[in-house]
């Protein structure tokens, strides 16, 4: 399974961006994919991933601001994020479970940058 992220770039303190994940591969090996970030010297966290009923999980930090959802048809995972803030700036990584196993996948990620 590959995971390809894009969307990422810089933005000012307000701005909003889209992140987009598509998988290819053996798809069908896979659950519900979701979003990491990790800033500079902080570990990885979960921004956002979709529960085993199709509801939405959020970070404390991306609720209210950041919105997941899915596209079946594409394999495809989104992350629309508004009123972003400098303290958001990390790079976001798309994340996909092997199903029946702990194992995981991810992207290469792809870099938000929010600074004036």
């Known amino acids: 399974v590959q995971l390809v992220e894009s969307g990422g770039g810089l933005v000012q303190p307000g701005g909003s961006l889209r992140l987009s994940c598509t998988a290819s591969?053996?798809?069908?090996?896979?659950?519900?994919m979701g979003w990491y970030r990790q800033a500079p010297g902080k570990q990885r966290e979960l921004v956002a991933s979709?529960?085993?009923?199709?509801?939405?999980n959020y970070a404390d930090f991306a609720k209210g601001r950041f919105t997941i959802s899915e596209d079946n048809a594409k394999n495809a995972v989104y992350l629309q994020m508004n009123s972003l803030k400098p303290e958001d700036t990390a790079v976001y990584y798309c994340?996909?479970?092997?199903?029946?196993?702990?194992?995981?996948?991810w992207g290469r990620g792809t870099q938000v940058t929010v600074s004036s």
């Open positions: 994340n996909a479970p092997l199903r029946g196993t702990n194992a995981e996948f």
């Open positions: 591969g053996s798809i069908h090996s896979i659950g519900a």
């Open positions: 979709f529960n085993s009923d199709d509801s939405a």
